[in-house]
């Protein structure tokens, strides 16, 4: 049960104590004095039941919550800093001989923000906060940028993988089902999946192993036909249950009777299928060369000149989730909290025609990225006929070549992806007489086509090209850079890199967490007057006259 009680000031004992043994401030100090509480119990009133056993302080528990993050400190440390910190009672004004609370409280809030979907208000009340003080506004610059993010589990190959999820189903059914397991389990799987299936424990050589893999894919097939066939209903809604039959789908097919392992090239996309059976949501990702399990985390940050640098949005996605997904949902977050910049700083993986576009249509916002290079053979050839050398005519739907000739077809239809595209076809007879004919295509039999955007997205793609080639451009792209170090930020003083828990949506409530955090230390920085860190270069590089 909640009882709402006012924030209140500072016991003047803890107050006391506090600025004598601090007399030149501190973090948390500062923090008080100029946002107050932060939060109140209001914010979080729906979260709790109107009767029953009296709730913590849920303003101070999510204040903690912040701190705790701004420390990168487990719940027992989180606790004990409560009990014994005089930085820590004066931020959450409580009396010197408060005694705190049991640390598995920090855990049940988080729960709550969850069940109850109000995980955004931890960072988006501070911005509020942050706002009435003129700290943060709508307009100037914002820049995004990503990291991968490890899931709180092992890394498993395909055999570690199946064998795991089979041993994982078999130990939750052995603790809500364990009459009906011990009726038919054979004797010889208590050697087989007793232990964690490790890969030091697997057979050795490729005929051993894959003998070792079509076994335990009998296994589990029989314990799905037993499950399934004769098994009371309640065993299907088992969560594990349902991973083992998704996952056995995902690697394995039958063949005239025979479970088989199916082969690398025969698996569903990355983002479809489990790595592990202990955290169903995180998905194998790459970017480059860099390859994980696990999530992304997304941050955009005001990156004005001579202003303080805030946090405004966090997303976090499943490892595979494209970049470019992101662009459109993290505007409409943006606007959501009447937070939309003018300038949206970001990389060529949050870029395309249709972004450029909409992002300026629907939100007002200027885009400045780089869009992928033109890299068709034509473009890398010495005065090769690439698409920029053609004239296009969108009224009268006619394309000319740079030789002159006029294009045959103008059709509208999508690329692979759904979306909408035109495709150009030009004359047989045009082409094949054509005396440039090695610069626009190496067909010997086919004439030259091009698939075209809309108008809107490729004149805005055409005039991107150009833009990024201009100093003008270049110097207004430079900003983008300090998103880099952010993301260090986040990673050496936050722990953002592993993910604390299991699942995406308590995943993203520690980046909110830490995303909160992060703003309250830069708050404290910017009130002790300390600058933004600078680009780091070595000696060797500021040697260099033309930098």
Not at 215 to 238: C, F, H, K, N
């Amino acid at each position: 049960m909640l009882q709402v009680q006012p924030t209140g000031s500072v016991p003047a004992e803890t107050a006391r104590i506090a600025h004598q043994v601090f007399p030149k401030g501190n973090r948390y100090l500062d923090l008080r004095d100029e946002l107050g509480s932060i939060y109140s119990d209001r914010d979080f009133a729906t979260l709790f039941p109107t009767h029953g056993q009296p709730a913590q302080c849920p303003w101070r528990l999510a204040l903690v919550s912040v701190m705790q993050f701004a420390e990168d400190l487990s719940d027992r440390q989180a606790a004990e800093a409560v009990r014994n910190r005089i930085d820590w009672k004066y931020a959450l004004g409580l009396e010197m001989t408060d005694p705190g609370f049991d640390f598995s409280v920090l855990s049940e809030f988080r729960t709550r923000l969850l069940s109850g979907s109000q995980e955004e208000q931890v960072l988006d009340i501070l911005l509020e906060r942050l706002e009435e003080r003129g700290w943060l506004k709508a307009g100037g610059k914002q820049r995004t940028d990503s990291t991968h993010v490890l899931a709180a589990i092992r890394n498993l190959n395909r055999l570690e993988s199946v064998g795991e999820t089979l041993r994982a189903t078999l130990n939750d059914l052995a603790t809500v089902a364990p009459n009906w397991l011990s009726e038919w389990v054979p004797s010889e799987w208590f050697d087989r999946y007793s232990r964690a299936i490790e890969e030091y424990r697997l057979p050795k050589g490729i005929p051993a192993r894959q003998a070792y893999a079509e076994t335990v894919g009998r296994d589990g097939m029989q314990l799905l036909s037993a499950i399934y066939e004769d098994g009371p209903d309640w065993l299907r809604q088992i969560p594990s249950v349902d991973i083992l039959r998704q996952m056995w789908v995902h690697q394995y097919f039958v063949d005239d009777g025979n479970v088989r392992l199916r082969s690398a090239k025969d698996l569903p996309p990355a983002g479809q299928r489990y790595d592990s059976p202990y955290d169903p949501q995180a998905r194998y990702g790459n970017k480059r060369s860099t390859t994980w399990t696990g999530y992304k985390v997304h941050l955009t940050e005001t990156c004005d000149e001579n202003s303080l640098h805030l946090i405004t949005h966090v997303e976090t996605t499943q490892a595979h989730i494209s970049d470019t997904d992101q662009t459109q949902p993290i505007h409409e977050a943006l606007a959501s909290k009447a937070l939309l910049p003018e300038e949206h700083v970001v990389d060529a993986g949050y870029v395309d025609g249709t972004l450029l576009v909409e992002s300026l249509r629907d939100f007002g916002i200027e885009l400045i990225g780089p869009v992928r290079p033109n890299v068709s053979w034509q473009a890398k050839a010495a005065n090769g006929y690439d698409l920029s050398q053609f004239q296009i005519d969108w009224e009268k739907h006619q394309v000319t070549c740079p030789e002159g000739k006029q294009s045959k077809s103008w059709t509208p239809s999508k690329d692979a992806w759904d979306n909408p595209t035109i495709r150009i076809d030009f004359s047989r007879p045009d082409c094949r007489l054509c005396p440039n004919r090695d610069l626009c295509t190496k067909s010997k039999a086919e004439p030259r086509s091009l698939t075209l955007r809309p108008q809107a997205e490729h004149q805005a793609i055409q005039s991107m090209r150009q833009a990024q080639l201009t100093e003008d451009w270049k110097s207004r792209y430079n900003v983008r850079a300090g998103i880099e170090g952010t993301l260090s930020q986040g990673i050496r003083v936050f722990g953002m890199r592993r993910t604390r828990y299991i699942g995406l949506a308590k995943t993203h409530l520690q980046h909110l967490l830490t995303a909160a955090a992060m703003n309250v230390v830069r708050l404290a920085n910017w009130l002790a007057g300390i600058p933004h860190a600078k680009t780091r270069t070595s000696r060797f590089a500021a040697l260099n006259p033309t930098t």
